[in-house]
């Protein structure tokens, strides 16, 4: 009969066993980890006869029926009727992502694909931000999603002035890692192309190097000052760049991928197809995750009923941000089915974050 050892990245390595999973002996968790491992590769619950044809536990077949009914009695796994498998459940899907944490590398084919798509030269930040869902979604065969950056937290490259019309200008903040701001401003008097190009000229002098929260701040400081009120000049200057530097009220998310993540087994239900969908669709659940991923600056993993919004409940979300430097600008992540390959979708979506990251720094 054919075997295959555990594979090295499930092997118990002792000094990695964290203090929640002493309550299961090793050869109990070298058949956790194997049970998650063959209901990620089959989408099917797992039999006893299964995990001993295909893995070298040292044990025999009475052993591993008793060990695998322990685990659910430990709400490891569950066994949906009595003649069938059994299927991990959330707590058995986060013992095994909390033992692949760190220890899972990134294959060379993967990383090889992710440099050569950023390899292709200067382009648009928005475009780039949008082809890395487009990436994210080919390599895992999952819907993805990435947060554009919110420019409050970029640096300011310039600010630029121009008359649309009498007494209407649009005035453009440039960030230093690319993407624009943009607003259109009505003014009390119109100014002429030469005089908004002055004012411009005014404000780059402070606003260079501050993110556009601090612009914002500056100028409100400004305007409080004295020259401010008898200065016509730096008063317009001050009034025109404080309306563009008001913060946007949501950041852009770009998702891509759901027709790929409808071949997954999972959504032949129609119920959980329709969950999706409508995830996708709504985007608000997930960008509140999104967010606090920019905040907490992590990789994060949030396997089904962890996620805070009960309609990801049916999901993991593995989400990570990227950065320019050490200045955080967006979050990119990838949502799929709980029963996800953890092992090869998280050093993608890491190396993915790194690579865009490179990429925006310079």
């Not at 009505?186 to 030469?194: L, P």
Request: hydrophobic letters at 40%; a negative charge; proline letters at 3%.
């Amino acid at each position: 009969m054919f075997t295959r050892p555990i594979p090295a990245e499930l092997q118990l390595d002792r000094a990695k066993v964290s203090e929640t999973t002493t309550e299961l002996a090793r050869r109990r968790e070298a058949l956790l980890l194997a049970a998650v491992q063959e209901f990620i590769a089959t989408a099917a619950p797992v039999g006893s006869q299964q995990i001993l044809s295909r893995y070298s536990l040292g044990v025999k077949g009475a052993t591993v029926r008793n060990m695998m009914a322990e685990l659910e009695e430990a709400g490891y796994l569950h066994q949906p009727h009595t003649s069938a498998g059994r299927i991990p459940t959330d707590k058995a899907f986060r013992h095994y992502v909390d033992h692949l944490m760190g220890s899972n590398q990134i294959a060379f084919e993967d990383r090889a694909q992710i440099e050569l798509h950023y390899s292709g030269g200067t382009r648009d930040l928005n475009e780039i931000v949008r082809d890395t869902s487009r990436l994210l979604a080919f390599l895992t065969g999952q819907a993805a999603l990435v947060m554009a950056p919110r420019l409050e937290e970029a640096k300011l490259e310039q600010v630029n002035f121009v008359r649309v019309r009498e007494r209407q200008v649009l005035g453009i903040f440039a960030a230093v890692a690319g993407g624009v701001h943009n607003r259109l401003v009505e003014t009390d008097q119109d100014y002429s192309q030469d005089e908004l190009d002055r004012m411009a000229r005014y404000l780059n002098e402070s606003l260079h190097g501050r993110t556009l929260e601090e612009a914002r701040r500056w100028i409100e400081r400004q305007l409080k000052e004295e020259r401010a009120a008898y200065d016509r000049f730096v008063r317009a200057a001050l009034t025109i760049g404080g309306a563009i530097a008001v913060s946007p009220a949501s950041a852009e998310v770009y998702v891509e991928g759901g027709a790929r993540a409808l071949e997954q087994p999972e959504f032949s239900d129609v119920g959980k197809l329709r969950e999706l969908l409508r995830v996708l669709d709504d985007k608000s659940a997930l960008l509140d995750l999104l967010e606090q991923t920019v905040k907490s600056g992590n990789l994060t993993v949030s396997i089904g009923s962890e996620n805070p919004d009960s309609r990801l409940n049916a999901f993991s979300v593995i989400a990570t941000s990227y950065a320019s430097g050490a200045m955080p600008l967006g979050s990119l992540a990838v949502v799929g089915p709980v029963r996800m390959d953890y092992g090869r979708v998280i050093p993608l979506v890491d190396y993915t974050a790194k690579a865009l990251s490179r990429i925006l720094e310079h």
